[in-house]
């Protein structure tokens, strides 16, 4: 907290005084709390507005599955579609596709209720509890406002379950909800959104971390890997996307392809000087 503080995070506030604010029930237990500004994406409004950037810079869609290692099929691939470098980022696919083994996924699910100001007071802060102080870090009380009146109730986090088979009666999601009724009150009057009552997905990781990679075992291969985002994928676009272009322009330039390990100093030079060489 103690870095966050020296940081100068805009909006950051500690006080034990939000509790009560924030409509916590005194018997949870809380006894500090801190507050900052942070952006939250609507992944729903953002994944549109990405789609409709890229169609009007060019790009053409074409919807396939791919299911063999991308090293064996490069050559087809840039020849088919007349391509210079192959980008792939197809998250726990990077099994196949790039022959990685240690990809896995930890599946989560969100429950969306009706934040209207109608059935509790309206939630216009997103509010969550630290693991530690949870007990666990796999079942967590993480609660998000959506821009349009919905508000997910969460978290789980679930390693190696691969099937998306979760229900509002799956007994870790209805420890969910009651663990989030007994943080915030308020929410035991909350009615489920009728249209899209639960959301659940995998989050792609990967055994040792993020991988933005040129492809190794190919000598002047133009394969980029950007894959292994986990639950950050949104946090980190921004930046694993700056450094695929760097690295798309390495193999342009016909630059060796060096492993990620090798690569820590680079990813410091500035965006700008970057360019140069
Ligand atoms: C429960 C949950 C919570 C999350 N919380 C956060 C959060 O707090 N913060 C945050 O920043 N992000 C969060 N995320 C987002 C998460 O980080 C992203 O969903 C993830 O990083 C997406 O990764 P990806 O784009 O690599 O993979 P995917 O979304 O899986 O995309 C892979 C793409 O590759 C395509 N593909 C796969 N296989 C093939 C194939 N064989 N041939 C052709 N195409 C293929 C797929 O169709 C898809 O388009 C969360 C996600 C979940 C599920």
């Excluded at 020849?79 to 990809?103: K, M, W, Y």
């Excluded at 949870?134 to 919905?150: H, Q, T, Y």
């Excluded at 690295?247 to 970057?274: F, H, Q, Y």
Aim: hydrophobic share 40%.
């Amino acid at each position: 907290m103690t870095e966050i503080m020296a940081s100068g995070v805009r909006g950051f506030y500690r006080g034990s005084d939000i509790i009560d604010e924030r409509r916590i029930d005194p018997a949870y237990g809380a006894v500090d709390a801190y507050e900052l500004m942070a952006p939250i994406i609507d992944t729903d409004k953002a994944m549109h507005w990405l789609m409709n950037l890229v169609e009007s810079k060019g790009a053409h869609f074409v919807t396939e599955t791919i299911t063999r290692d991308l090293v064996d099929l490069e050559d087809s691939l840039r020849a088919r579609f007349d391509a210079d470098v192959i980008v792939n980022c197809t998250g726990l696919q990077g099994e196949v596709l790039a022959g990685d083994d240690t990809v896995y996924p930890i599946r989560g699910g969100l429950i969306r209720v009706i934040n209207d100001g109608t059935d509790f007071p309206k939630v216009d802060a997103a509010l969550t509890i630290t693991a530690d102080a949870a007990g666990s870090a796999n079942e967590i009380v993480f609660l998000v406002p959506r821009n349009d009146n919905i508000l997910l109730i969460g978290g789980i986090a679930e390693p190696h379950e691969w099937e998306l088979n979760l229900t509002l009666d799956s007994p870790i999601i209805r420890r969910m909800r009651e663990r989030c009724e007994k943080f915030l009150p308020g929410l035991k009057y909350a009615r489920v959104d009728p249209d899209y009552p639960f959301a659940q997905g995998l989050r792609p990781f990967r055994g040792k971390n993020v991988r933005v990679e040129r492809e190794l075992r190919r000598t002047g291969s133009r394969i980029v890997h950007s894959y292994g985002q986990g639950g950050a994928g949104w946090s980190l676009s921004f930046g694993c996307a700056q450094d695929v272009a760097m690295l798309v322009e390495e193999a342009l330039s016909g630059v060796p392809a060096r492993p990620m390990a090798e690569m820590t100093n680079d990813w410091k030079i500035p965006k700008t000087e970057r360019r140069r060489w």
